[in-house]
């Protein structure tokens, strides 16, 4: 019997400026624990900006997502336009400030966000399908950015949630470990970092996204 591939979309490497680390390698791990298997995916471009993870200051330097990304998938990674929505059961996005800089410039235009071209053309093919998505910690705006009506979390900040409610989504209220089940649209999203989360609750709130993503295929 085949198992479930899963397609996971990166957004580069740390949590000020791509993936939150925990979030993308516990996803990850959960998908393997239940019997399922991944690829990961990356936009080939240059992140917005790369921030010291020591002191939380910007660098002058650029970094590239794909490849920035390919640390934590270890290099067996694709460029997310190589990304065939027939080929996997299933989507899931990490959170980190790279949902929010790279894969989508939330971070800086809040409710009147867009988003990557190449995220946006994956998610909606995923959806056009019947296919579900999961989201963790602030990736999913990007769902309530561009699917109508999407119920989700992103926890309890007001802020946050208002503007998920500004562009058209329910938001439910969370706290640690909880998930938040959009049967009509098949999204599953969980709060991870979005509160002050140990890594233990992180896994947790992972692992239950995972099981509730795969029980949708």
């Known amino acids: 019997m085949k198992h479930p591939t899963l397609a996971v979309i990166l957004s580069g490497c740390g ?3 791509g993936s939150e680390i925990h979030e ?6 959960a998908i393997h624990k239940n019997n399922a298997d991944y690829m990961c995916f990356a936009p080939d471009i240059i992140q917005t900006h790369v921030i010291n993870h020591l002191t939380a200051e910007p660098v002058d330097e650029k970094r590239n997502v794909l490849t920035e990304s390919a640390r934590i998938a270890r290099g067996k990674i694709k ?8 080929t996997f059961d299933a ?7 790279g949902a929010a800089k790279n894969l ?4 800086f235009t809040g409710p009147e966000c867009t988003v990557n071209d190449e ?12 296919k579900p998505v999961g989201a963790l910690c602030i990736a999913p705006v990007i769902l309530a950015r561009l699917i109508p009506g999407a119920y989700l979390t992103i926890g309890g900040d007001p802020g946050t949630a208002g503007n998920v409610q500004a562009m058209g989504a329910s938001h439910k209220n969370t706290t ?8 009509e649209n098949k999204l599953v999203t969980t709060p991870c970092y979005m ?5 233990d609750q992180i896994a947790e709130g992972a692992e239950k996204l995972v099981k509730a993503v795969l029980e949708m295929i």
């Open 15 to 17: 949590h000020m400026d």
């Open 104 to 107: 989508s410039d939330y971070a």
């Open 176 to 183: 640690h470990c909880e998930i938040c089940i959009d049967k």
């Open 79 to 86: 460029p997310l336009a190589e990304f065939s929505a027939d």
């Open 119 to 130: 995220v946006s053309r994956a998610i909606l093919a995923m959806h056009a399908t019947g």
């Open 24 to 29: 993308a390698t516990l996803s990850l791990l």
């Open 91 to 97: 989507l899931i996005i990490p959170g980190g400030f």
């Open 195 to 199: 509160l002050d989360s140990r890594v």
